[in-house]
């Protein structure tokens, strides 16, 4: 009976790393002309499976993906090298100033940033990262420079159209005004020097959903989008985030 459980556990194991794709992928080693990206997750709960799919089957990438607690250590100098890409799908809260300053050095050397969904809300207690990504989430009301803010909303389940604002940018070159199901965000702040690329009129939601930037040499780019498999499975929305990744890595 043992040795049967260890061939279960094996045999589940295997479904899940297939079904997970590139959870594991050893992106250190050589991938001609691949962009390597490092996903980010923890802090609120997903849909594992159907969300690394979508890394699984980009083939202009390997990936890596690891969960906080675990996530700084691979910003430090040495294990960054590794990646050109970080993609943040956490809304993790704790970051200490060595973390932090992990974090800008991986900006400052230029390379790529695309924060996905649920990543507005990280970090709260750090003002660096609503200028890093262009906005701020408020999972609390506060007064910001005697303004009161009240909370940030959200709301599940919400077909509605998205129109592209930029046709001609490198990450929605290609796409058109398309539908969505999926959940929206409202209530937040958007710096006013991001480029804008998505906006919708449902009134649920921000106008504005998404956006490019820079932080000194890094590209940025965020994405409201992506809630679970509706916006995984979306076309249009695994167009925009293929062509993020490769945007945010210096590509055109």
């Keep these: 009976m043992k040795l049967i459980r260890v061939f279960l556990l094996r045999g589940l194991f295997a479904v899940v790393f297939a079904c997970l794709g590139g959870f594991a992928a050893e992106v250190g080693k050589e991938a001609p002309g691949k962009i390597r990206v490092l996903v980010i997750t923890g802090g609120h709960e997903f849909e594992q499976a159907q969300f690394f799919k979508v890394f699984s089957d980009n083939p202009g990438i390997v990936f890596k993906a690891v969960e906080h607690p675990n996530a700084h250590a691979l910003l430090k100098a040495e294990a960054a090298r590794q990646y050109d890409v970080l993609v943040t799908y956490d809304m993790h809260q704790e970051i200490t100033d060595e973390a932090k300053g992990d974090f800008l050095a991986w900006l400052k050397a230029g ?45 599940h389940g919400m077909h509605f159209k998205i129109k592209v604002l930029d046709p001609n940018h490198p990450v929605t ?28 009129d449902e009134p649920e939601s921000a106008r504005l959903i998404g956006w490019a930037k820079t932080y000194g040499p890094a590209r940025v780019v965020y994405l409201q989008s992506g809630h679970d498999h509706f916006a995984y499975e979306n076309p249009s929305y695994q167009q925009i985030l293929r062509q993020a990744i490769r945007w945010t890595a210096n590509g055109d």
């Excluded at 207690?125 to 909370?151: F, N």
């Excluded at 005004?177 to 702040?189: A, C, P, R, S, V």
């Design 111 to 155: 390379k790529g940033l695309v924060v996905l969904h649920h990543a507005i809300a990280s970090y709260q207690q750090w003002p660096e990262y609503s200028k890093i990504i262009g906005a701020h989430y408020y999972l609390e009301k506060a007064t910001v420079d005697g303004v009161d803010k009240a909370r940030s909303t959200y709301k």
């Design 173 to 200: 070159r290609g796409i058109t005004d398309f539908e969505i199901l999926d959940e929206t965000y409202n209530l937040f702040d958007v710096a006013k020097d991001v480029h804008p690329l998505l906006t919708t």
